[in-house]
Nanobody
Framework: AVEVAESGGGSVQAGGSLRLSCVASGFFFDTYCLGWFRQAPGKERERVATITPGGSITYADSVQGRFTISRDNAKNTVYLQMNGLKPEDTAMYYC????????????????WGQGTQVTVSS
């Protein structure tokens, strides 16, 4: 069975940092696209960052230069380092995975975690 589990969320003040982790199993991790998405109350889900099996990365304009996505295939883990957090980053953050077919810069991900809450106060 596929399992995707995020951790590392919490509450921080503006300007602070958090590191989210996501451990996955049940599929060929190193051949899959991995992504971080977020959804704030009353807003649509936003694709935050993606990383291809080969390590190519894309970021949403809203987090470019502040967030860093990385993957450790040996640990079946993807990370999201978030620096310079702003109140508008407050959201539930989700980790997701999809096969490499069709590319990674899409919202069509197959496997999703339950999410981890990030709250940034001003």
């Amino acid at each position: 069975a596929v399992e995707v589990a995020e951790s590392g969320g919490g509450s921080v003040q503006a300007g602070g940092s958090l590191r989210l982790s996501c451990v996955a199993s049940g599929f060929f991790f190193d051949t899959y696209c991995l992504g971080w998405f977020r959804q704030a109350p009353g807003k649509e889900r936003e694709r935050v960052a993606t990383i291809t099996p080969g390590g190519s990365i894309t970021y949403a304009d809203s987090v470019q230069g502040r967030f860093t996505i990385s993957r450790d295939n040996a640990k079946n883990t993807v990370y999201l380092q978030m620096n310079g957090l702003k109140p508008e980053d407050t959201a539930m953050y989700y980790c997701a995975a999809k096969s490499g077919e069709g590319g990674c810069s899409t919202d069509n991900y197959h496997y999703w975690g339950q999410g981890t809450q990030v709250t940034v106060s001003s």
